[in-house]
């Protein structure tokens, strides 16, 4: 069982950059595919990036290809997700979590077992 924490959310100005983290519990971290998704009021949750357990591989939702950069730190048990030139459209809350599957599956909410509480980012113009 992991528990996942995430931080680093805030208000942010359009333009902007923020870093947000998600601490893991357990000694099983680096065995993990790591993976952000993202909500909006009244929009389906959405895959915004994954890397792999000791972070051989990464993968980006098409539309998050630039922006954002996804990253981790065995050895602190924690995955990053970096947003910069953040836009009106990126306010929603930021949800971290844990799968065992790489691939088709690590871009799909149901490829994880394992979920943070989630960190609010709301960006003003």
């Known amino acids: 069982q992991v528990q996942l924490v995430e931080s680093g959310g805030g208000l942010v100005q359009a333009g902007g950059s923020l870093t947000l983290s998600c601490a893991a519990s357990?000694?099983?971290?680096?065995?993990?595919?790591m993976g952000w998704f993202r909500q909006a009021p009244g929009k389906e949750r959405e895959f915004v990036a994954a890397?792999?357990?000791?972070?051989?591989?990464?993968d980006y939702a098409d539309s998050m290809k630039g922006r954002f950069t996804i990253s981790r730190d065995n050895a602190k048990n924690t995955a990053y997700l970096q947003v910069k030139s953040l836009k009106s459209e990126d306010t929603a809350v930021y949800y971290c979590?844990?799968?065992?599957?790489?691939?088709?599956?690590?871009?799909?909410?149901?490829?994880?077992?394992?979920w943070g509480q989630g960190t609010q980012v709301t960006v003003s113009s």
């Open positions: 357990g000694r099983t971290f680096s065995m993990y595919v």
């Open positions: 979590a844990a799968g065992t599957s790489w691939g088709v599956y690590s871009k799909l909410a149901r490829g994880y077992n394992h």
């Open positions: 890397v792999s357990g000791r972070s051989m591989y990464t």
